[in-house]
């Protein structure tokens, strides 16, 4: 293959592993701790993670064998970074939880004024 269609390769593979990446966030973290989260967090790290597959892609294809420094090095960081995707769904997942449970389990009646009785 040219420099040119792997370039074009690698665009798609980011475009896809960008659909992917939000697919599998929002079902395995639960949509509700996405709506909740800061929209930054969502961005950097939906796209460096992205970003980290292509890479990785490219090392393996640039190298005979499967495994070498360079790919080991772009798994790591995808490894970290997933691991850091669900440190920030779990905090955002908690403070769904949290804000869900408001209610203090009292029961309210909702009287009319003394004298205003209809049969009195």
């Known amino acids: 293959m040219t420099a040119k269609q792997l370039r074009l390769i690698y665009a798609f593979e980011f475009l896809i592993a960008m659909i992917a990446i939000f697919t599998v966030w929002s079902e395995v973290g639960g949509q509700a701790a996405l709506d909740l989260m800061y929209w ?9 993670l992205a ?4 890479l990785y892609t490219a090392a393996v294809v640039a190298q005979d064998s499967l495994w070498s420094v360079r790919s080991a090095r772009w798994l790591a960081l995808i490894i970290a970074i997933a691991l850091g995707m669900g440190a920030v769904t779990w905090y955002y997942g908690m403070q ?3 804000a869900e449970s408001d209610e203090t389990g009292t029961i309210s009646r909702l009287c009319p004024p003394a004298g205003h009785f209809p049969f009195s």
């Open 96 to 98: 769904a939880s949290a």
């Open 40 to 48: 930054a967090w969502k961005l950097g790290l939906s796209v460096s």
């Open 51 to 54: 970003l980290c597959f292509v």
